[in-house]
T-cell receptor, first 112, second 111 residues
Framework: EAQVTQNPRYLITVTGKKLTVTCSQN?????MSWYRQDPGLGLRQIYY???????DKGDVPEGYKVSRKEKRNFPLILESPSPNQTSLYFC???????????FGSGTRLTVV | GENVGLHLPTLSVQEGDNSIINCAYS??????FIWYKQESGKGPQFIID?????DKRQGQRVTVLLNKTVKHLSLQIAATQPGDSAVYFC??????????FGSGTQLTVLP
């Protein structure tokens, strides 16, 4: 089944403890993206990747890092999480960029 | 649900009626528009798209209308069913890089 898989689905962590949210797609898509979703603010892009080793900042990149060493994986790294990063995170992939994203099921992150 | 927010517009319709969800977009340079459906606990799911050189596109039970003059997009759902209850987002883009989402509308289908 064609899909975008994120792990974990739920995560509670403490301020300052580094964490990684994994994202993997099995559709051989070149484009991958991370979004966060907050009430009243909709979905906002964090980082974007056009291909292996090619990444770029989105609208809200502060406090996040990404890497794209393989085509199928696009992990989101929070080096020192803070409570304002408590949110619902979505990974998405596409063969044609923003013209056709498939989204994962989301990761609910709580930073205390 | 995860998408309930103070500023999330809501729409309630009777089962079997038609639904119309509206969206105002911001960028006159956008050339591609998408409607997504998000059910509680799930990621956004593609419903239908439309390019800026069109003003109407139909799918199965759904129709998207685009009015570029007033930068307005609408999604019409025919014979609304309980399974249509969800948050609906419009999204716009003018490049492969950036997809901008609206804040969403919560659709509730009443029995």
């Amino acid at each position: 089944e064609a899909q975008v898989t994120q792990n974990p689905r739920y995560l509670i962590t403490v301020t300052g403890k580094k964490l990684t949210v994994t994202c993997s797609q099995n559709m051989n898509h070149e484009y991958m993206s991370w979004y966060r979703q907050d009430p009243g603010l909709g979905l906002r892009q964090i980082y974007y990747s056009m291909n292996v080793e090619v990444t770029d900042k989105g609208d809200v990149p502060e406090g996040y890092k990404v890497s794209r060493k393989e085509k199928r994986n696009f992990p989101l790294i929070l080096e020192s999480p803070s409570p304002n990063q408590t949110s619902l995170y979505f990974c998405a992939s596409s063969y044609r960029g923003s013209y056709g994203y498939t989204f994962g099921s989301g990761t609910r992150l709580t930073v205390v | 649900g995860e998408n309930v927010g103070l500023h999330l517009p809501t729409l309630s319709v009777q089962e079997g009626d038609n639904s119309i969800i509206n969206c105002a977009y911001s960028n006159s340079a956008s050339d591609y528009f998408i409607w997504y459906k998000q059910e509680s606990g799930k990621g956004p799911q593609f419903i239908i798209d439309i390019r800026s050189n069109m003003d109407k596109r139909q799918g199965q039970r759904v129709t998207v209308l685009l009015n570029k003059t007033v930068k307005h997009l609408s999604l019409q759902i025919a014979a609304t069913q309980p399974g249509d209850s969800a948050v609906y987002f419009c999204a716009e883009t003018g490049s492969a890089r950036q997809l901008t989402f609206g804040s969403g509308t919560q659709l509730t289908v009443l029995p």
